[in-house]
């Protein structure tokens, strides 16, 4: 016996379960239910993507005046700061989500939910217990949590992860960052600004952002040295942590007493210590087995279909499926998704590219907003090269009279990957300020395998940053002549 029956049922309401849920049933009369067991909106929404984009754009802009002359700059202040970013979050009340979903004739249900078996869903709310049925799909939406690591004594010491480091309400004076990702290296860019005397990154590899070009690396590593209060060691691995007094004060609060970091060369005591090693699927409570599914990240093909499990009807989107980490891109799952499940529930053919995922095949963009920001697109000039592509590249520092204009310090670096088997782009990163609004170009590009010969007519207006394009493709004309 079920409790209630619906078109479609999403478990886990962040930005790739809403999208997923708002296109299954748009323009029809399907009925979907969206669960939730935390905030809706999701870990985006109110730990990672909009609060750390507020709390780093306040120091992008203050080094933006410092950088022009004839423009006084007075430097950040915190509580304002963190007053913006509590605005973006909306103080973690999520109503205005909620209210959302119900004007897109979604059914938002608060509780945990979990699989018990083919299209049944149990939730469990704080009136009780109710069975849903799925006519046509469910949805796994629950995203990752972040991963604490094993060193011996670091989950008794209550370090800090991702969610208090965007939540934070005191600058720590002396702060440890374990990591050298995404993650780390944004959070060590606004804690610095903010204030924070020591900022220590103990990073276990030889560089920051391993998965990035090389030149992109060395430049983040370098803006974060430059700011004067930050110090990156490589080839470190924490022994042991211990903490005084260690007490669960909330998100963003300090959660204790001084921590004592053993490394190999000694031990550095820190006020605060923040884990930013990676993330974990968040399916541990999921019901998977009772579909047949291994513990873990749920596999999917193109139509975002969970492999292994028969009659296509169980579906995953955004971080919990493992293709790509990034909102957007879970986003973009969501609606290729929500398209397929709306086209098998009206017996369409799956015909177009609207019902395929590519895009998260070797066209990923993504930016990483430290000072300077590092965006980067498709292939890696070493990925490229490793999937067995005929590869060049062309690279130049980012001088032109747009850059010029832009800011009187203004220092970029970009770099081009391009097949040259089939003249066409494979790659692009771009370091520099507000490289991030620079991509976009570059994607495009990419995705829609633009030939060079062609890029060649795109013309870039005068006197804007992005008249860097035309000077990359004279320097790649220099090098085909």
Avoid at 396 to 405: E, F, K
Wanted: with cysteine.
């Amino acid at each position: 016996m079920t409790d209630a029956e619906y078109d479609v049922i999403v478990i886990g309401a962040g930005p790739a379960g809403e999208n997923a849920a708002a296109y299954a049933i748009a323009g029809s009369d399907r009925t979907v239910a969206l669960v939730e067991r935390e905030l809706f909106g999701g870990e985006c929404s109110y730990w990672a993507c909009t609060p750390s984009k507020a709390l780093l754009r306040p120091g992008a802009v203050l080094d933006l005046g410092e950088s022009m002359s004839g423009v006084t700059a007075s430097g950040l202040r915190v509580d304002d700061v963190l007053a913006r970013r509590d605005a973006f979050v909306h103080h973690r009340d999520d109503s205005s989500q909620v209210e959302w979903a119900k004007s897109e004739n979604i059914v938002p249900i608060r509780g945990a939910g979990r699989l018990i078996g083919e299209r049944l869903v149990e939730v469990v709310t704080d009136a009780g217990t109710e069975v849903l049925r799925a006519r046509h799909a469910v949805v796994l939406a629950t995203g990752t949590t972040a991963a604490v690591p094993g060193i011996p004594g670091v989950r008794e010491a209550l370090p800090w992860t991702s969610r208090d480091a965007t939540s934070l309400t005191v600058v720590p004076r002396r702060v440890a960052i374990i990591g050298g990702g995404v993650v780390a290296c944004e959070a060590a860019t606004w804690l610095a600004e903010l204030g924070a005397e020591e900022v220590t990154l103990l990073v276990r590899g030889d560089r920051l952002l391993p998965r990035s070009e090389r030149f992109a690396s060395d430049l983040v590593l370098a803006g974060l040295r430059d700011k004067g209060n930050v110090t990156v060691r490589f080839g470190v691995e924490p022994k042991r942590v211990t903490r005084r007094d260690p007490r669960d004060t909330g998100y963003g609060n300090i959660h204790g007493g001084p921590v004592t970091i053993e490394l190999d060369d000694g031990a550095l005591e820190v006020d605060e210590l923040l884990v930013a090693t990676g993330r974990a699927p968040a399916t541990a409570d999921l019901g998977l087995d009772a579909v047949g599914l291994p513990a873990g990240y749920v596999e999917v093909d193109d139509q975002l279909t969970a492999r292994g499990v028969d009659g296509d009807w169980l579906y995953a989107v955004g971080d919990v499926n493992h293709r790509v980490a990034l909102t957007h891109m879970g986003k973009y799952q969501a609606r290729v998704c929500g398209d397929v499940i709306a086209a098998r529930a009206e017996g369409k053919p799956l015909d177009g590219t609207r019902y395929t995922a590519s895009a998260d095949h070797q066209q990923i963009p993504q930016v990483v907003y430290t000072a300077p920001e590092l965006a980067s697109v498709g292939l890696t000039e070493d990925e490229a090269r490793a999937a067995g592509h005929a590869v060049d590249t062309v690279e130049l520092d980012i001088s032109v009279a747009g850059s010029a204009l832009s800011r009187d310090d203004f220092h970029g670096h970009a770099k081009l990957v391009v097949d040259t088997a089939a003249d066409r782009l494979l790659g692009a990163t771009f370091v520099g300020p507000d490289m991030g609004e620079q991509l976009h170009a570059a994607t495009i590009a990419v995705v829609g395998r633009v030939p060079l010969d062609t890029l060649w007519n795109a013309v870039p207006a005068y006197p804007t940053v992005s008249e860097f394009w035309l000077r990359l493709l004279e320097a790649w004309r220099g090098k085909s002549i």
